[in-house]
Nanobody, 124 residues
């Protein structure tokens, strides 16, 4: 049974930082690309960042480029999202997802497994 468990969310002031973690189990982690998405109230789920199975390539939404960094540790079956210079508009539930095959990393429908999400709230 595949499980993705996010952690590290919370309440932070604008300009602050958080690091999200997503621990995976029940899958061959090193064979999966990993992504982070977010969903704010009343909005659709949107792409934030992705990293290929090898870790050689990363992708970011324009809104977070230069502020967020995605990374992975295959020894720990964990993917991270370091979020710096947070803004109130970054407030959302953040989800990690796993994708077995290459393709469009930006589309939620391309991912095979999802975590339950972790809330990030940025106060102004």
């Amino acid at each position: 049974q595949v499980q993705l468990v996010e952690s590290g969310g919370g309440l932070v002031q604008a300009g602050g930082s958080l690091r999200l973690s997503c621990a995976a189990s029940g899958l061959t982690f090193s064979s999966y690309a990993m992504g982070w998405f977010r969903q704010a109230p009343g909005k659709e789920r949107e792409f934030v960042a992705a990293i290929t199975w090898s870790g050689a390539h990363t992708y970011y939404a324009d809104s977070v480029k230069g502020r967020f960094t995605i990374s992975r540790d295959d020894a720990k079956n964990t993917v991270y999202l370091q979020m710096n210079t947070l803004k109130p508009e970054d407030t959302a539930v953040y989800y990690c997802a796993a994708k077995h095959y290459s393709g469009n990393y930006l589309k939620p429908d391309e991912y095979d497994y999802w975590g339950q999400g972790t809330q990030v709230t940025v106060s102004s």
